[in-house]
């Protein structure tokens, strides 16, 4: 029994020496192209070019937890709506539309001429708490607490009409 354990010890130090002859290069140091990529999470936006050819739309980053979809016809209950008069969005009508999928959510985008962002609520459910920031061309800043249940204006719907914003970010809570 003793001398089966040594066998079996021997074979498995023959073996490591084996793999480890194949993962060290002959000069003995590894080299940088060796190396896996480092995991770090960048929070880009997954698919934003192949989104920004097709609808338009600037996605930047974000947690994964508000994401960008297609608006259905006729409008979903449970989706942010973000509207805006430059035609862009899946069907080319200024109307683009975001799904919370957590508690919280954030996204950092580049939308212009926004004109009123829609809370996810509806009338027997409440919706998130959303806080967008917006600028105008001459690098005004605002932060507007979106209406949870209905359209909150910004930009050139505000009463009296303010300057064309661009929608930079969003956070939703509960």
Known sequence: MRRSYRTFSLAGA????????????ASGTASAADEPPPIV????????????????VQL???????????????ETPGLIIVRTTDRIGSAGNGKLCFEVTGTTGRITVKIP??????????STAPGHKIKAQL???????TTVDVNPNADTQVGIATTPP?????????????
């Not at 303010?162 to 509960?174: F, I, Y």
Request: with cysteine.
């Open 14 to 25: 023959a073996a490591a020496g084996v793999l480890t002859a194949v993962a060290v290069p």
């Open 41 to 56: 999470e960048d929070y880009g936006y997954p698919g934003a070019a192949a989104i920004f050819a097709s609808d338009h």
């Open 60 to 74: 930047i980053s974000g947690d994964g937890h508000l994401l960008y979809r297609p608006c259905p016809a006729p």
């Open 113 to 122: 001429n926004v004109y009123a962002i829609r809370g996810d609520g509806t």
């Open 135 to 141: 600028t105008t061309d001459a690098g005004a800043n």
């Open 162 to 174: 303010g300057d064309p914003t661009a929608l930079l970010h969003m956070d939703a809570s509960r």
